[in-house]
């Protein structure tokens, strides 16, 4: 299972790819690349992903500085300590409960 602290060193240290989606939605969502990188340092993952490939990945909710939610998806390679994000996004309320339980098709809100 992956660890945050694993995603937060390659963050560190520069170990880190964006996806050209991850760009494409943190555009379309208003976000900047220091607010994700903050979401994730006080973050938590909320869902783990262990047979994604190429590399196990993990849902991290976090909050930036103005205490908005930011959910991001990261892919973390522990033969060479790099991490990769896939996607990150402003999660609908009425998809999330809390921003961490993903609401069943027939939760109201």
């Known amino acids: 299972m992956l660890l945050k602290k694993e ?3 390659a963050i560190r240290y520069e170990k880190f790819r964006i ?3 991850a760009y ?3 555009l379309s969502d208003n976000l900047t690349f220091e607010e994700v ?3 994730v340092a ?8 262990p047979t994604d490939k190429p590399y196990p990945s993990c849902l991290i909710f976090g909050n930036n500085v103005q205490k908005e939610p930011v959910h991001s998806v990261w892919a973390y390679n522990r033969k060479n300590s790099w991490t990769v994000l896939i996607t990150v996004y402003r999660p609908d309320p009425e998809r999330w409960i809390e921003w961490k339980t993903r609401r ?5 809100v």
């Open 104 to 108: 069943k098709s027939n939760d109201a």
């Open 7 to 9: 995603i937060v060193e």
């Open 42 to 49: 006080d973050g938590e993952i909320i869902e783990h992903y």
């Open 24 to 26: 494409e939605e943190a």
């Open 19 to 21: 996806t050209d989606h």
């Open 37 to 39: 990188i903050e979401s």
